[in-house]
């Protein structure tokens, strides 16, 4: 298992972030980042989660709503990695795959394009 702190960690889910390009950033709707060290002990090899209602499925009711939630989980991804450059592009990787979510896009699709 790699070792990294939690605020390296933190470091790059930020700038994974930060290379979404600017059209679909500024297209993120009520969502905030979470990084958490494990996953729910039903699924210990989560690497990340979107909670929330995607925007595709959002109508005329929607408002008032608490933000959706995006968490990228430390210790699975560094355990599945052998270097530091694989977890910058396991974190990349798994951010970009559940802002995809969030923009309603499914799993099966996300594996066609290379993000599953």
Known sequence: M????RTDFEGLVAQ???EVPEELAGLI????VFVEDEPP?????LLGIYEGIPLT???HYYGGVLPDRITIYR???LRICETVDDVVEEVHITVV???AHHFGIDDERLHQ????
């Open 57 to 59: 499925e959002r109508g």
């Open 16 to 18: 994974a972030l930060d």
């Open 97 to 99: 795959h559940e802002i």
């Open 41 to 45: 002990a039903g699924d210990p090899e």
């Open 2 to 5: 790699i070792e990294m702190s």
């Open 113 to 116: 394009l290379g993000y599953g």
């Open 75 to 77: 210790n699975p991804t």
């Open 29 to 32: 709707d009520n969502v905030a």
